[in-house]
């Protein structure tokens, strides 16, 4: 069983995530050769406040 994990910042709607978590199934069942029913999918979202990037809070970029 599959499992994919994105971290992105907050902001985008629940028909973005639907196409995101569709695409990456398909993907990961076509190139890996498991069904679609077998891969899971976890979007976690981090406010900028909480992320970090060089040593600087992304929301202070």
Known sequence: ?????????????DEQKRALVRE??????RTCDVKPEGVWVVIR????????IGG?????R
């Open 45 to 52: 979202e981090t406010e900028s406040t909480n992320w970090a």
């Open 1 to 13: 069983m599959p499992m994919i994990t994105v971290d992105m910042f907050p902001g985008r709607t």
């Open 56 to 60: 600087q809070l992304v929301s202070d």
């Open 24 to 29: 990456l199934t398909d993907a990961i069942a």
